[in-house]
């Protein structure tokens, strides 16, 4: 069992940078994939990133590609989501997400699958 905790949102203006961090408690985090979703309101969910469990591969969607970087340490069972120049269509909650395996994570037809969410936190991006 892997419990996930959100922390790091907040409200910034457009353009700024923000960090969200997981902090994982249970058992073998070092296994796990790990991803950040996010939902808006009235929308679907959308993954935004995802990183192996040993960092050797990151994943992002074009809507975040180049702005947005997932990271991880293991040793402190934490993952990150670095939002740099952060726009108003960014604002949403955004959710941890922890899965053995990546492909969980990454393809949509196969998120259903992901084992552990996190409550999720609210990000709020101004103009």
């Known amino acids: 069992q892997v ?3 959100e922390s790091g949102g907040g409200l910034v203006q ?3 940078s923000l960090r969200l961090s997981c902090a994982a408690s249970g058992s073998a985090f070092s296994t796990y994939a790990m991803g950040w979703f996010r939902q808006a309101p009235g929308k679907e969910r959308e993954f935004v990133a995802a990183i192996t469990w040993n960092s050797s591969n990151t994943f992002y ?4 590609k ?12 934490t ?3 670095q939002m740099d120049s952060l ?3 960014d604002t949403a909650v955004y959710y941890c997400a922890a899965d ?4 969980a994570i990454v393809i949509v037809t196969r998120n259903y699958r992901v084992q552990y969410w996190g409550e ?4 709020t991006v101004s103009t």
């Open 100 to 103: 053995t395996q990546i492909d």
């Open 14 to 16: 457009a353009g700024d």
């Open 61 to 64: 969607p074009a809507s975040v």
């Open 120 to 123: 999720g936190i609210q990000v």
């Open 87 to 89: 726009k108003p269509e």
């Open 79 to 81: 993952v990150y989501l």
């Open 3 to 5: 419990q996930l905790v």
């Open 66 to 77: 180049g702005r947005f970087t997932i990271s991880r340490d293991n040793a402190k069972n």
